[in-house]
């Protein structure tokens, strides 16, 4: 049983990184596997609209000059996914954005590949607009028909410098019970 981590931050030993470390020890501490992939550096496009994974349904995206068929072939061998964001003017990263529009329509495309996977998310934020981006994310994991867990409060972190969201005693506990209930789900899913 693995869960895959995707951190759609710009900084790979940032905020959002430490918020999804917090969530994996967790599910490491029940014996479930894990995978942490950062997108940092990374440019990924958004959809091109070409519908071309409509007409395949291969289980990939038919644009592949960038790295999203490797995000998509980890996610489809995963029973567990985690999407982490910063908050970037009110909403997740660009590189998320793509993420999700290109996972949601080769999901969509391929009879909802991910189809009750568990899913969940989480966001870094120095003050503002981290429910957008939240729900942004569960907004697809919803609609890729995937099951998810709840926290013990909207799985929020709060800091603005690489490390401060550590002092974010709530958020941290937050993401602990993120992880508790993820892994007491997958236990009894799968
Ligand atoms: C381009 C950009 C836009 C941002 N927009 C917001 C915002 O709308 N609201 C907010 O509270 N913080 C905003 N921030 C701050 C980040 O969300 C915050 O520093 C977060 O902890 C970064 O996470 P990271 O260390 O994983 O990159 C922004 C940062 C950047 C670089």
Redo the contacts with the bound molecule.
């Keep these: 049983m693995k869960v895959l981590a995707i951190?759609a931050?710009?900084?790979k030993e940032?905020?959002?990184?430490i918020l999804l470390n917090t969530v994996l020890d967790e599910l490491k501490k029940e014996g479930i596997q894990t995978e942490l992939i950062s997108l940092a550096g990374q440019t990924i496009e958004g959809c091109k609209a070409c519908y071309k994974c409509f007409k395949n349904k291969d289980l990939r995206c038919a644009f592949k000059k960038d790295m999203l068929n490797d995000i998509l072939e980890k996610m489809e061998s995963s029973e567990g996914i985690l999407l982490?964001s910063?908050?970037?003017?009110?909403d997740v990263t660009a590189n998320m954005r793509a993420v999700i529009e290109r996972c949601g329509f080769v999901g969509r495309a391929n009879d909802y590949m991910f189809k009750r996977k568990v899913g969940a998310s989480l966001v870094?934020?120095?003050?503002?607009?981290?429910i957008p981006a939240f729900n942004s994310m569960n907004l697809f994991l919803h609609y890729m028909q995937m099951v998810m867990p709840g926290a013990s409060y909207w799985s929020i972190?709060i800091?603005?410098?690489?490390g401060?969201?550590s002092k974010d005693l709530e958020g941290i506990q937050t993401m602990q019970s993120l992880g508790q209930n993820m892994a007491w789900l997958m236990k009894k899913l799968f």
Excluded at 86 to 90: A, D, G, L, M
Excluded at 159 to 162: E, K, L, S, V, Y
């Design positions: 951190n931050s710009a900084r940032g905020n959002t990184n982490g910063p908050t970037y003017f009110s870094a934020v120095r003050r503002a607009g981290a972190g800091g603005r410098d690489p401060e969201v």
